[in-house]
């Protein structure tokens, strides 16, 4: 990836342990699509009933598989809800990459609008999982996670800010990219819990854009 919009990885928190670490990780594709299976019934469990209605049991018959299969996978509950958040964390990140990619060399009145439609669009993954998420994540111990992505977005962005030096008002890049992400990441998060809002998102990204290109371009 260019190193103008790159994303870096930085580390978030340690690696899952004791009741949210899976038992074993699937190799073989079927085992892969049983594990894909659980998870995306647990998403749908999330959704619709909550944190505390998606038992292993619950979790297991909407997956269509035994609950000694789902065992074999993940020892808890809060195990099987950590490798979701870990799944649904690489595809918001994946749409993150790829649109700041896709605009790497663009002047920075093109690279803001197109970075906050990124977080917008990342949100739009799976609203109705994300705003589970933002609501049950400190109960599987994986906030890190979500911390972790927003520093890396605020890196790729400050990384882009200072390729683009000339154009841009603020001195401070590093601090300019925080400020910048936490306003987009506040207007989608207030998008996610607002049905109204969320169906005008279009109109939402313009008056963001307008008020980020103001704060950031000379």
């Known amino acids: 990836m260019p190193s103008a919009t790159r994303i870096p990885r930085r580390h978030g928190r340690a690696a899952p342990k004791g009741r949210v670490a899976a038992r074993k990780q699937p190799k073989q594709a ?6 894909d299976a659980i ?7 999330l959704v619709d009933s909550g944190y505390a209605k998606a038992t292993t049991n619950h979790i297991a018959e909407r ?7 789902l065992y074999q996978y993940f020892p808890t509950k809060d195990a099987v809800i950590a490798a979701l958040v870990e799944r649904h964390i690489d595809r918001v990140r994946a749409v993150l990459v790829q649109r700041l990619v896709e605009v790497h060399g663009a002047p920075i009145a093109a690279f803001v609008p197109a970075m906050i439609r990124a977080v917008f ?3 739009a993954v799976d609203p109705g999982l994300h705003r589970v998420m933002l609501e049950q994540i400190p109960r599987v111990e994986r906030g890190g996670r979500l911390l972790a992505l927003q520093r890396e977005m605020e890196a790729g962005v400050a ?8 154009s841009i008002r603020r001195d401070r890049v590093e601090l300019a990219a925080v400020v910048a992400v936490q306003a987009v990441t ?6 996610l ?3 109204a809002l969320w169906g005008a998102r279009d109109g939402l990204v313009d008056e963001v854009t307008d008020l980020l290109v103001r704060y ?3």
């Open 30 to 35: 079927r085992a892969r699509v049983t594990v």
């Open 39 to 45: 998870l995306d019934a647990v998403a749908r469990l």
């Open 63 to 69: 997956a269509g598989v035994s609950i000694g299969t």
């Open 121 to 123: 669009d990342a949100h």
């Open 159 to 166: 990384a882009a800010l200072g390729a683009r030096a000339s």
């Open 186 to 191: 506040a207007a989608a998060h207030a998008a």
């Open 193 to 195: 819990f607002d049905d």
């Open 216 to 218: 950031l371009a000379r």
